[in-house]
């Protein structure tokens, strides 16, 4: 989401950035760029408007056009305007004392309730809660089925009672379950519907009547562009939404709705989910400036951060440094580390979380997931000892490695060769107390 937009407005400031003072003219072209690059992107024409009055109005004050930098004047408001538009910070999920905390879903049919009830619950007993699944899509029994096996999948309880109990009733039984045996969180996953489906509507009305969820949550499909804001707008109409949670963002989706969402409805955005696979990185909580920073093309450390924290091993990282002071590193510490950062995510993602190396990650000839499996393929094909010494690594070796991981000998050859020169970087680089001198490193790689 947001990379034909991200491209577009990089675009435009790198063309005032060629510029050494900016006229009025350059911003309102620049401004014109803006607009064409967001209506592109499927944002609400109103919101269109609005932003670029806003930016144009400050940029073409004397502040900005007599600056030593106007293009960074100007990208740092525009960064502040996106950062309005998408809701200025990041609003948690509430919680009630002593609980427990009732959560309910809503969405159309097909906006990845189901998977976004698991990943939510996953989350919140990462935060060290106890959450309580309920099943209370009675009218596709697959939809129970599913979240089932998701709570097996995850070892979280879940509360069902089949097709032919009323949900309101479901979920009542649900929260009185959840004081009983000490749940904090209840999420209840309703059934999809549209917003002009009455019925439906009206058992959402009656299950708030019941459990009073603290939060009600709209999932609603990236994919949908600008139907997700008038979605919400009659959600939240009927049921008064305390959040969105925006599922596919990783997907092909040009980003209007999560630019729109917050300023026609009101309504903060609460999470990002990706993907259908339910783990620690597929449901990120929403920070509207790191977003924003994202789009600009100016990396999300802190969110690349959080990842790390929750798939951290403190003992192995310790474990690790000790290698790394003796120089003692090897091809089977280089494989573990590869399995912890493919635990982040896809790489082109995680570098793009990186501040300049956004316009990197596209290129698939300097990156490529097809050259981590290839690596992947030639270690796992040497042998335990091999791995622990690569200095054994030679003649006979080098070719049985390219026969079984499907490689030409000279892959396995330069691989080595690398590694070898990685390993001296490292043992270098602790011996000087963490300081590795730009030479030293050009030297390692000659």
Same mark, same amino acid.
């Given at each position: 989401?947001f990379?034909s937009?991200s491209?577009?407005?990089q675009t435009t400031?790198q063309k005032?950035?060629?510029?050494?003072?900016?006229?009025?003219d350059?911003v309102r072209?620049?401004?014109k760029?803006?607009r064409?690059?967001?209506?592109e992107?499927?944002v609400?024409l109103?919101?269109?408007?609005?932003f670029?009055?806003?930016?144009?109005e400050q940029?073409?004050?004397?502040?900005v056009?007599?600056?030593l930098t106007?293009?960074?004047?100007?990208?740092?408001?525009?960064?502040?305007?996106?950062i309005?538009?998408?809701?200025?910070?990041n609003v948690p999920?509430?919680?009630?004392?002593p609980?427990?905390?009732?959560?309910?879903l809503?969405?159309l049919q097909?906006s990845g309730?189901?998977?976004?009830a698991?990943?939510?619950?996953l989350f919140?007993?990462?935060?060290?809660?106890r959450?309580?699944?309920v099943a209370?899509?009675?009218y596709?029994p697959a939809?129970?089925?599913?979240?089932?096996?998701l709570?097996?999948?995850?070892?979280i309880?879940?509360h069902s009672?089949?097709t032919?109990v009323?949900?309101?009733?479901?979920?009542?039984?649900?929260v009185?379950?959840?004081?009983?045996e000490?749940?904090n969180?209840?999420?209840?996953?309703?059934?999809?519907?549209?917003?002009i489906d009455?019925?439906?509507?009206a058992?959402?009305?009656?299950?708030?009547?019941e459990?009073h969820?603290?939060?009600?949550?709209?999932v609603?499909?990236?994919?949908?562009?600008q139907e997700a804001?008038?979605?919400?707008?009659?959600?939240n109409?009927?049921v008064?939404?305390t959040?969105?949670v925006?599922?596919k963002v990783?997907?092909d989706?040009?980003?209007?709705?999560?630019?729109s969402?917050r300023?026609?409805t009101?309504?903060?955005i609460?999470?990002?989910?990706?993907g259908?696979?339910?783990d620690?990185?597929?449901l990120?909580?929403?920070?509207?400036?790191?977003?924003?920073?994202r789009?600009l093309?100016?990396?999300?450390?802190?969110?690349?951060i959080?990842?790390?924290?929750?798939?951290?091993?403190?003992?192995q990282a310790?474990?690790m440094?000790?290698?790394?002071?003796?120089?003692?590193?090897?091809?089977?510490?280089?494989?573990?580390?590869m399995?912890?950062m493919?635990k982040?995510?896809?790489?082109q $993602?995680?570098? &793009? @979380?990186?501040?300049?190396?956004? =316009? *990197?990650a596209?290129n698939?000839?300097?990156?490529?997931?097809? !050259?981590?499996?290839?690596?992947?393929?030639?270690?796992f094909?040497?042998?335990?000892?091999e791995?622990?010494?690569p200095?054994?690594?030679?003649g006979?070796?080098?070719e049985?490695?390219?026969?079984g991981?499907g490689?030409?000998l000279?892959?396995v050859?330069?691989?080595v060769? $690398?590694?070898k &020169? @990685?390993q001296r970087?490292m043992k =270098? *680089?602790?011996g000087?107390?963490g300081q590795?001198?730009?030479? !030293?490193?050009?030297k390692f790689?000659?």
């Open positions: 989401m990379e937009l491209d577009r407005l400031f005032l950035g060629g510029k050494g003072k900016l006229t009025e350059d072209e620049a401004m760029q803006v064409l690059a967001l209506l992107a499927d609400n109103k919101v269109v408007k609005e670029v009055a806003n930016v144009t940029a073409i004050g004397e502040e056009t007599k600056s106007p293009d960074q004047q100007v990208v740092k408001i525009v960064n502040n305007e996106l309005r538009l998408l809701g200025t910070e999920l509430a919680e009630e004392r609980g427990p905390t009732v959560l309910m809503v969405g097909g309730k189901t998977t976004l698991s990943k939510l619950a919140l007993r990462k935060k060290g809660k959450p309580l699944l209370a899509d009675v596709r939809a129970i089925t599913q979240l089932e096996s709570g097996r999948q995850l070892n309880p879940v009672e089949g032919d009323r949900p309101p009733d479901i979920a009542r039984h649900a009185e379950r959840a004081r009983a000490g749940f969180y209840v999420l209840v996953d309703t059934a999809g519907r549209l917003q009455e019925p439906l509507m058992e959402l009305e009656q299950i708030i009547d459990v969820p603290v939060e009600r949550l709209l609603v499909d990236a994919m949908i562009g804001v008038r979605v919400a707008d009659e959600f109409r009927r008064n939404l959040g969105v925006m599922t990783d997907g989706a040009r980003g209007g709705a999560a630019l969402i300023s026609v009101g309504v903060p609460k999470f990002l989910g990706t259908e696979k339910v620690a990185h597929t990120e909580p929403f920070y509207p400036d790191r977003l924003a920073s789009i093309g100016m990396g999300d450390v802190l969110s690349l959080e990842r790390a924290e929750q798939i951290y091993d403190e003992e310790k474990r440094q000790k290698k790394l002071r003796k120089g003692s590193f090897d091809f089977e510490d280089f494989l573990s580390s399995h912890q493919r982040l995510g896809p790489l $993602q995680i570098m &793009k @979380m990186i501040p300049g190396l956004g =316009q *990197l596209d698939e000839e300097l990156v490529s997931e097809k !050259d981590m499996k290839r690596i992947e393929a030639i270690i094909s040497m042998t335990p000892r791995r622990r010494n200095d054994l690594i030679k006979r070796r080098k049985r490695i390219a026969k991981s490689v030409q000279q892959e050859t330069a691989l060769s $690398q590694f &020169k @990685m970087m =270098q *680089l602790s000087k107390g590795l001198n730009p030479r !030293d490193f050009n790689l000659r």
